[in-house]
């Protein structure tokens, strides 16, 4: 069965500066999509970021990138000059290119020191 | 506005009483889904839909139950709600098979936080 894991139930960054989250996962499917939601305080889920297994070119949207490696099962994720807004619970996701099932992470959350 | 909508927002029950959250959305979309959160554990999908009249069990699907008689709507029905059902549910859609890959993202309501006692 596929699993996720989020091994920093808590991280912190002053502002501007760059913070990575972790995630891993177990797969033993070769197609599959990975993502990024955001669920600030409002608990509003946010999707931030998506990665397809089959393209090798990691993802970037604006300030967030990630860190795919395919073969280590590992997606991290970058946010780069870190904001206030930026605050929330992060959630790795997985999905499975046959039925849509999304598989989550426990979460991280990340908090921003002003 | 294309949104996923939930009601209600927040509800206080006792156990067995039967209960309803409603899910609809506005953007004709295939495939529905019903997750819970509970803290430390990630989301876990309950049921989902692949298209109308079509559902099939998640990971937890124990004491819910979902119908899908129309594309917009999807409820999810708790026959007889126990305290371990306590917890933020959270409706979500995307196009499914009408799309690829890159379109597949899955819009989430606002989340629906239940408390049984």
Known sequence: ?114 | EAQVTQNPRYLITVTGKKLTVTCSQNMNHEYMSWYRQDPGLGLRQIYYSMNVEVTDKGDVPEGYKVSRKEKRNFPLILESPSPNQTSLYFCASSLGLAGGPILNEQFFGPGTRLTVL
Not at chain 1, 42 to 66: D, G, P
Not at chain 1, 67 to 90: R, T, V
Request: glycine residues 2%.
């Open chain 1, 1 to 114: 069965a596929q699993t996720v894991t989020q091994s920093q139930p808590e991280m912190s960054v002053q502002e501007a500066e760059t913070v990575t989250l972790s995630c891993t996962y177990d797969t033993s499917e070769s197609d599959y999509y990975l993502f990024w939601y955001k669920q600030p305080p409002s608990r509003q889920m946010i999707l931030v970021i998506r990665q397809e297994a089959y393209k090798q070119q990691n993802a970037t949207e604006n300030r967030f990138s990630v860190n795919f490696q395919k073969a280590a099962k590992s997606f991290s994720l970058k946010i780069s000059d870190s904001q206030l807004g930026d605050a929330a619970m992060y959630f790795c996701a997985y999905e499975m290119d046959s039925n849509y099932q999304l598989i989550w992470g426990a979460g991280t959350k990340l908090i921003i020191k002003p």
